[in-house]
């Protein structure tokens, strides 16, 4: 089980990122309603992207 603290956080990390992306249902209403292992799995995915194109030279 996740800590509540940790899910907000990543919660909202999901959606900040999901917007900049382009994913309009990763909102924090619809967030709330999928388990703690969605959760961790979409934030790792979003915090991947966000690294990788950090990495790249533009």
Known sequence: MMN???RREAEL?????SQA???KS???????EVSDLVVA????Y?????E??????A
């Not at 990763?26 to 709330?32: H, K, S």
């Not at 990788?52 to 030279?57: A, D, G, L, Y």
């Open 4 to 6: 509540p603290t940790l």
């Open 13 to 17: 990390y999901i959606s900040r990122q």
């Open 21 to 23: 992306v382009g994913y």
């Open 26 to 32: 990763l909102v924090p209403t619809n967030l709330q």
């Open 41 to 44: 799995n979409l934030f790792w």
């Open 46 to 50: 979003l915090k991947l992207q966000d």
């Open 52 to 57: 990788s194109e950090e990495t790249v030279p």
